[in-house]
C-alpha cells in the first residue's frame, strides 16, 4: 500500500519563508504533486516532481528524494492568501495509474 | 491551463433518492477521471478510477453498486449515488489527466460538488 506523512499545522509570519516536508512509502512511484486548497474550495495544482531534484515556480519550490522518499514545498515571501491547506499527492503505477493524497498541512500566515 | 467542470456544484437531496454529478474536461481529452470524497478538514479519499469504455475500478471499501460510474467518452465522466443517505453528505471532486503534449503531466481537478442529503 501507500502511505504519505506531511505535518498536521504549520503558522510562518508574513513575508517569511516556509517549508513543508512530506514523506511517502509507496511501489511503483511515478511522480510526486503539490496541490493548494482553501476551504470549501477543490485543490489547485502547484508543482509535479518525478525526478530528484529542485523544481521552481515563481514563489513556489518543491523539491523531490526518490531514494529518501522525501519531498518539500517551500514557499517564500509568504502572503495572507498563502494561508490554506497543502497536499502532497504521490502517483503510483500499481497495475493501473492513481494518485493518492496525503492528510494536507494547514498553513497559518500571520502579519 | 486545462479546465475541468463539474455539475451541479451543490445538490441537496431527500434521503433514498439518487444523485449524478458530472464531470467534464472542457479542452482536452480525457482517457482517465478520478472520483474523489473529501469530508470536512479530512484530505481527499480517492474513490475510483474511471476509464473511458471500461468498467471503473473501485477503492477498496467503496461500494460500486452505490456509487455507479460511467465514463461515456474522453470528456464526459458521471458518478451517480444511489439511494443516497445523510453519511454519503460529503464533498465530492473529480480530477482528470491530461496528457497532451506538455513537459510535465498534470491531473486537474474539478470545483467539487457539494452533496447534502436530509
Known amino acids: 500500500g501507500q502511505n504519505i506523512d506531511q505535518p498536521t499545522e504549520m503558522t510562518a509570519t508574513e513575508g517569511a519563508i516556509v517549508q513543508i516536508n512530506c514523506t511517502y512509502q509507496t511501489s511503483g512511484f511515478n511522480g510526486l504533486f503539490w496541490y493548494q486548497q482553501h476551504a470549501g474550495e477543490a485543490p489547485t495544482f502547484l508543482s509535479y516532481n518525478v525526478l530528484d531534484g529542485l523544481e521552481e515556480k515563481g514563489r513556489f519550490s518543491s523539491f523531490l528524494s526518490r531514494s529518501k522518499g522525501y519531498s518539500y514545498l517551500l514557499l517564500k515571501e509568504l502572503q495572507m492568501k498563502d494561508s490554506a491547506s497543502y497536499l502532497c499527492a504521490v502517483r503510483a503505477n500499481t497495475g493501473g495509474f492513481k494518485t493518492i493524497f496525503g492528510a494536507g498541512t494547514r498553513l497559518f500566515v500571520k502579519a | 491551463g486545462a479546465v475541468v467542470s463539474q455539475h451541479p456544484s451543490r445538490v441537496i437531496c431527500k434521503s433514498g433518492t439518487s444523485v449524478k454529478i458530472e464531470c467534464r474536461s472542457l479542452?482536452?481529452?480525457?482517457?482517465?477521471m478520478f472520483w474523489y470524497r473529501q469530508f470536512p478538514k479530512q484530505s481527499l479519499m480517492l474513490m475510483a478510477t474511471?476509464?473511458?469504455?471500461?468498467?471503473?475500478?473501485?477503492e477498496q471499501g467503496v461500494e460500486k453498486d452505490k456509487f455507479l460510474i460511467n465514463h461515456a467518452s474522453l470528456t464526459l465522466s458521471t458518478l451517480t449515488v444511489t439511494s443516497a443517505h445523510p453519511e454519503d453528505s460529503s464533498f465530492y471532486i473529480c480530477?482528470?489527466?491530461?496528457?497532451?503534449?506538455?513537459?510535465?503531466?498534470?491531473?486537474?481537478f474539478g470545483p467539487g460538488t457539494r452533496l447534502l442529503v436530509l
Open positions: 480530477s482528470a489527466r491530461d496528457l497532451g503534449g506538455g513537459v510535465q503531466e498534470t491531473q486537474y
Open positions: 474511471s476509464n473511458e469504455g471500461s468498467k471503473a475500478t473501485y
Open positions: 479542452d482536452f481529452q480525457a482517457t482517465t
